[in-house]
């Protein structure tokens, strides 16, 4: 079974460029998961959704920050303009919320940001 | 603030010895878990405890949640360079069973 899929892996942008990353829930999963992943401050929550709807965006750092999930199969994470300090691994995870293992997340492999 | 604080951050011994990592916060949880990542990968659960004093064994791991729900430990006996990796905790918290936070992780390393 296709686990959590982001794309892409790796990105190389330059400072005040656009940046959208990628995700696809494993099938069936109703919970999206965002988050950006630094030394300095470990794994932080940005923004999840339930069916779609996003229920907490509170760790979305400013709002050059923006998420969509237009389907149960895609969602986007968008930096517009991207500055040097968004350089992080970010990851997309999913969940079935309230299923018989209770918030079990499954992380895709992350896309390395790095901004110059 | 961080709500959930691991220690240590790092550590690094031989294999074949024990070792025990924390997680510990003010904040009471419904349920913790416990991750483990290698380089370029994302995390991946290994445990979920969810009662208080709860204690939960996989292979050479041993997760205990306190009583109170604050805080966890992970011991690990005998080891083995494949248990190289970062740890994390993360927490649920009490009526946002939708929301999970991270603790910072202790990273790992057992030489052969």
């Known amino acids: 079974d296709a686990g959590v899929i982001q794309s892409p892996r790796h990105e190389v942008t330059e400072m005040g460029q656009e940046v959208t990353l990628r995700c696809k829930p494993i099938?069936?999963?109703?919970?999206l998961f965002w988050y950006r992943q630094t030394m300095m401050r470990g794994l932080e929550l940005l923004i999840y959704?339930?069916?779609?709807?996003?229920?907490?965006d509170s760790g979305m750092p400013e709002d050059r920050f923006s998420a969509k999930m237009p389907n149960a199969s895609f969602s986007t994470l968008k930096i517009q303009p991207s500055e040097p300090r968004d350089s992080a691994v970010y990851f997309c995870?999913?969940?079935?919320?309230?299923?018989?293992?209770?918030?079990?997340?499954?992380f895709g492999p992350g896309t390395r940001l790095t901004v110059l | 603030t961080q709500l959930l604080e691991q220690s240590p951050q790092f550590l690094s011994i031989q294999e074949g010895e024990n070792l025990t990592v924390y997680c510990n916060s003010s904040s009471v949880f419904s349920s913790l878990q416990w991750y483990r990542q290698e380089p370029g990968e994302g995390p991946v659960l290994l445990v979920t405890v969810v009662t208080g004093g709860e204690v939960k064994k996989l292979k050479r791991l041993t997760f205990q949640f306190g009583d109170a729900r604050k805080d966890s430990s992970l011991h690990i006996t005998a080891a083995q360079p494949g248990d190289t990796g970062l740890y994390l905790c993360a927490g649920v918290e009490v009526y946002r069973d939708d929301k999970i936070i991270f603790g910072k992780g202790t990273r790992l390393h057992i030489l052969p």
């Open positions: 959704f339930n069916n779609n709807v996003p229920i907490d």
């Open positions: 995870a999913s969940s079935i919320a309230g299923g018989p293992v209770r918030n079990e997340q499954f």
């Open positions: 099938s069936g999963h109703n919970s």
